[in-house]
């Protein structure tokens, strides 16, 4: 049987409430090893340095966890740095195939069974369904692809040995296939995260990680993340799954 390694990374989890525990979860949960990297920050409490020890260090983890200096972040510039770091954690793996998602990214349970079946295909790599959640955890964006904040065909599983590109939110798999792509889906929580924290995060990313220059205009006009300057009414519906058993304390916080 084919095996499978999961990976991720995360940065300022704590500070911009990323679900970073509950994707790393959700990896465990249907990798035979999972890599994650991190780094340390200046917000970094006690309590999640003992989780990550905790997962990591238990009898019979899968998890490996590895922390970089920071310097190796302050030296990479522009989106290129998240694809860089993702395949430092991919690096890490010796199996089969690799499963990324990211850390404000969750598998859906539903899809386990699925993506188990595709490794053993042999292809060499899977479009998903990625779903972006906006204004509500209970709410998806279902505009026009060219108005969906990022992609919702992704490809994150592929045979090892394929690297993420870009700004990381693809493994670069010459054609990969579609016969799973209803049936493995990533549930993005990144845009529902607690909005006090919204905008500094959407600013960091644009000017610290990005390079934009600058960040977007419509977050002046507010003070808290408003989510409807962007996308309401008919952009929206409701969702038509129930969230992973994982998220619904995080969820529940969120509403």
Known sequence: MATLGGF??????EKYDYCYQQAIESLSAICDKVSVVFFPTSDFHEPEIHWIADKWLSAGSNISAYQLPITIWNDMKGKTKIAHIQNIAAMCLDTDYQLLVQADEVIHPD??????????????????????????????LTVPLERQPCSVSVVRLTKRGYWCYDDGENIGVPHPSTAFY?????????????????????????????AMGSHDAKLDQCEVFDSKLWFDGEDLSPINFSHPEIMNKWVLERM
């Open 8 to 13: 991720l990374f995360f940065r300022d989890a």
């Open 111 to 140: 899809s386990y069974k699925s993506i188990k079946e595709a490794i053993e295909t042999g292809a060499e790599g899977f479009l998903c369904e990625r779903v972006n959640l906006w204004g509500t955890p209970n709410h998806m």
């Open 182 to 210: 209803d049936k493995i889906k990533i549930v993005h929580y990144g845009f529902v995260r607690k909005k006090e924290v919204m905008k500094a995060k959407i600013i960091n990313m644009q000017e610290g990680v990005f």
